[in-house]
């Protein structure tokens, strides 16, 4: 009976701590049918799937100039999960005034990765092989 209730206890400390964690990163667990399908891409390691959703970015990072240029961020869902915006600035405008905390919805191509994955294809495609993503802040629309 002792180690029942002590396992109780360790289960009932485990849960009121993580809700804590996800109160502190604003997660509210909740999930919308737009990040349903990055949720499920991620449990499932897929990639190369379109997909569309709204974070909060957690943190703007420095472009990446290597080949391609990219405007990169962290958005953090309201699922909790993370993901890495990669935003084409050589084929898109540069998502302007963009801080730590800004709500911004996307639309593109999910890659998965063990952080969360990443989002690329936030913009059009020149040739038309892939269908226009975009990135949406304070009421503009970058693709």
């Given amino acids: ?25 604003g997660s509210t ?6 990040t349903e399908a ?25 472009d990446d100039n290597d080949g391609s240029r990219h405007q990169r961020f962290i958005l953090r869902l309201p699922s909790g999960q993370t993901l890495l915006v990669a935003h084409n600035i050589d ?3 540069r998502v302007t005034s963009l801080a730590s905390g800004d709500p911004v919805q996307f639309k593109g191509v999910y890659e998965w990765n063990s952080r969360g994955g990443v989002v690329h294809w936030t913009h059009r495609d020149p040739s038309g092989e892939h269908r226009a993503g975009w990135l949406k802040h304070n009421g503009e629309t970058y693709q």
Avoid: C, W
């Fill in 29 to 34: 667990g909740e999930t919308t049918p737009a």
């Fill in 91 to 93: 084929i898109a405008q």
């Fill in 38 to 62: 990055v949720a499920s891409a991620f449990k499932d390691q897929r990639s190369g799937i379109q997909v569309e959703g709204e974070g909060t970015v957690a943190k703007v990072l420095p």
């Fill in 1 to 25: 009976m002792k180690k029942f209730i002590a396992i109780v206890a360790v289960i009932a400390v485990l849960y009121v701590g993580l809700n804590q964690i996800n109160s502190t990163h």
